[in-house]
């Protein structure tokens, strides 16, 4: 299994620009989230989905759209890239609230930098 | 959602065991304690996960008291390979109807040297 899958891994924005950060996992994990990590910091919670058609917001949700028109895919939207929003981005799933496993799956990675 | 406290960073040797702890003083009574490991440059890892008393896989053990307040997260003779980032976060299960929503802190770094 491929798992979580993030592409591009690598960004370069100028500010003002748009542009969205792909997830997939092939799991068929019902819930999926996105968060963003600054140099020297924790993970801070954008956005989750509890499953296709559902979203919410979560910490830092300013400045980002997202949606799940599907299981698979949980796509990032930056609606005007900002300086402030140069970090890395992680995309996670994880196993149905039926199951018994709480185990988060991370994808590795989007590197973005605006300029 | 229970806030965590972490020690920020922790040295150590090849061969030592690792004791983190971690405070949640205003844990939930559905709430669960989770580990995760992050390497430089990677996305966080699932170490471990337990609700009271003692767990342990082949990874590490996770010590939890009666009164739920602290977790301590356990390293077997650790390596080089152990230098890392440990996540300690608290929060309802998905299996409990709530969704986890993996609230992060800041994370204990563990230096594991020669």
């Known amino acids: 299994n491929a798992g979580v899958t993030q592409t591009p891994k690598f960004q370069v924005l100028k500010t003002g620009q748009s542009m969205t950060l792909q997830c997939a996992q092939d799991?068929?994990?019902?819930?999926m989230s996105w968060y963003r990590q600054d140099p020297g910091m924790g993970l801070r919670l954008i956005h989750y989905s509890v499953g296709a058609g559902i979203t919410d917001q979560g910490e830092v949700p300013n400045g980002y759209n997202v949606s799940r028109s599907t299981t698979e895919d949980f796509p990032l939207r930056l609606l005007s890239a900002a300086p402030s929003q140069t970090s890395v981005y992680f995309c996670?799933?994880?196993?149905?609230?039926?199951?018994?496993?709480?185990?988060?799956?991370f994808g590795q990675g989007t590197r973005l930098t605006v300029v | 959602l229970a806030k965590t406290t972490q020690p920020i960073s922790m040295d150590s040797y090849e061969g030592q065991e690792v004791n983190i702890t971690c405070s949640h003083n205003n844990i939930a009574t559905n709430d669960y304690i989770t580990w995760y490991q992050q390497f430089p440059s990677q996305g966080p890892r699932f170490i471990i996960q337990g609700y009271k008393t003692k767990v342990t896989n082949e990874v590490a053990s996770l010590f939890i008291p009666a009164d739920r307040k602290s977790s301590t997260l356990s390293l077997p003779r650790v390596s080089l390979s152990d230098t890392a980032v440990y996540y300690c976060?608290?929060?309802?299960?998905?299996?409990?109807?709530?969704?986890?929503?993996?609230?992060f802190g800041a994370g204990t770094r563990l230096a594991v040297h020669p």
């Open positions: 976060l608290v929060g309802v299960p998905l299996f409990s109807g709530g969704y986890n929503k993996l609230i």
């Open positions: 799991m068929n994990h019902e819930y």
């Open positions: 996670a799933s994880s196993y149905h609230p039926q199951g018994d496993n709480t185990e988060a799956f």
